[in-house]
């Protein structure tokens, strides 16, 4: 089993992801021994598609890419989109990009990286609807359950997730 302890894993999201792409890798980083926090633009909670509610440990504006070990960006269209409208939500996954840190992206997530401008040259895998936008910001798109370049993780759809985790979980550990 992967260990994680000691790392301090980062999730961003808002109001509209997909319930299973937060909860799944939140509990397997958990599972492996990381502590996680939950960072949206707003305080409060926020909820899923499905339903699943989950407290905000902090906001956007507060978190700082310095305090943690890499970063979950799940997918859910409302979510992604509105994220991607927050500037203090860019920077923050800029920070973690440039700073060479892990990065889970999995669905409609990666569009946010396309804002964060820290795609050229990666190869990546996202809902296939997003394949254009990620082009566009100088990925390389490819159609795969998961990708992984470098310190990056990709998934298409919940069903990649038990490869997905998998996968995150093992970048997580190496870096």
Not at 37 to 56: M, N, Y
Not at 138 to 151: M, Y
Not at 155 to 161: F, K
């Amino acid at each position: 089993m992967t260990d994680l302890t000691g790392k301090h894993i980062a999730f961003l999201a808002t109001n509209n992801y997909e319930d299973s792409e937060l909860t799944s890798p939140w509990e397997a980083v958990i599972a492996a021994g990381a502590k996680t926090t939950l960072i949206a633009p707003e305080a409060g909670s926020i909820d899923g598609k499905k339903g699943h509610s989950q407290t905000v440990d902090a906001t956007s504006a507060d978190a700082s890419g310095a305090d943690y070990d890499a970063l979950v960006l799940p997918g859910g269209t409302g979510n992604a989109d509105h994220l991607r409208m927050d500037a203090e939500a860019v920077r923050l996954v800029r920070e973690i990009a440039e700073a060479g840190k892990p990065i889970g992206v999995i669905c409609h997530g990666g569009w946010i990286l396309t804002d964060a401008n820290v795609l050229r040259g990666r190869t990546v895998t996202s809902f296939p609807s997003l394949q254009t936008d990620l082009r566009n910001a100088g990925a390389t798109w490819v159609d795969k359950e998961v990708v992984v370049d470098g310190n990056f993780v990709s998934s298409r759809t919940p069903a990649d997730l038990p490869v997905f985790n998998a996968k995150l979980l093992e970048v997580i550990s190496t870096s």
